[in-house]
Every structure is written in structure tokens, then in C-alpha cells.
């Protein structure tokens, strides 16, 4: 594939509202697990993870496995993707955005030793479980 072919795929993986949504929470810096995007968005994990997989063929995201954990995050190895992240974080720095971000904070709260121990946690169970750690 030549480069204006991959350039193409990554513009069309950022034209979804979900793909989107998700790229904005990972360009926090966190490597964020498909419990916790699940959790953050209120979304079923089907269609995250198939959003996820889009996000990682374009090669905007990139994968780590730790034990039975997969952790996503941004994908940023050229200038020009690095480029490309910093502008996307600065556009999509709306109230819509900064809704997601801070409910990915809560979830984040939940975190052992900066990674993911519970698995999917329905609103009810997130928001008493962080009111116990208070």
C-alpha cells in the first residue's frame, strides 16, 4: 500500500463519531483496556472492539498484552502522526469530549498499580465503587 493509499485509511477510520470518541480518550496517554472504553463510552464491547480493530489497521492505534489484559494506545511513530494527534486533541477539546474525559478519570480511579483489575463494571457498580474509595 503507498502512502497516499494509507493516509486515506487513516482519515476514513476518523470518520466515526465512535472512533473518534475513542481517540480522544486515549490521547489523554493513558493505555486504556477495552473494559475501560467500554465503561467510559456506556458502549456494548462489540461495538468498541470492532471500532478498536478499525482504529488499529489504520495504524492510529497500537496494542500491548499484559497477562489476559489488551491495552490500546495511540500509535504516534512518524512526525507527521505525532502532528496529527496534537491537532486532533486540540479540536476535539469540546464539552462532548470533556464529558468522556472525565468519566474516564473515574474509571481510571478504579486502577491497581496503573492497570486494570476489575473487568466491566455497569455505571451503577462504577460510581459505588469509586464513592467506597473516597
Known sequence: MNAIDQHAD?????????????????LEGESLCVCEIV????????????NLTILKRSGLVTTTREGTWMY???????????????????????????????SLQKRLALRTEGRCVIGFVSEEELNALISTQN
Open 10 to 26: 487513516m482519515f476514513k477510520a476518523m470518520g466515526d463519531a465512535t472512533r473518534l470518541r475513542i481517540l480522544r480518550l486515549l
Open 39 to 50: 465503561d467510559t463510552l456506556s458502549l456494548p464491547q462489540y461495538q468498541i472492539s470492532r
Open 72 to 102: 490500546y494506545s495511540i500509535h504516534a511513530d512518524s512526525d507527521e502522526k505525532k502532528i496529527l494527534f496534537n491537532t486532533l486533541k486540540e479540536f476535539l477539546n469540546t464539552n462532548e469530549f470533556q464529558s468522556d474525559i472525565q
